[in-house]
């Protein structure tokens, strides 16, 4: 289905301009149907959320930033 360009805005995207890379290709992503069926999918597999983390990573190129470990002292 192509998209009704007459009702277009140009001022709706104007977020775009102060985003991260990250943050865009979120936006790309998260728009993405082949994505959230592979997400939908993977997720339903099992309640293990490494495989996971694991296979989307690897399809989809995304790194998952760990949280730093707690101090210590």
Do not use: K
Not at 12 to 29: G, K, N, Q, R
């Amino acid at each position: 289905m192509t998209p009704d360009a007459s009702i277009w805005n140009s001022s709706e995207y104007d977020h775009l301009d102060v985003l991260t890379a990250s943050d865009l290709a979120w936006e790309w992503l998260r728009r993405n149907d082949d994505y959230d069926a592979d997400f939908e999918a993977l997720s339903s597999e099992s309640g293990v959320p490494e495989p996971l983390t694991e296979r989307i990573r690897q399809r989809w190129g995304l790194r998952f930033p760990c949280r730093s470990p707690e101090s210590t002292t």
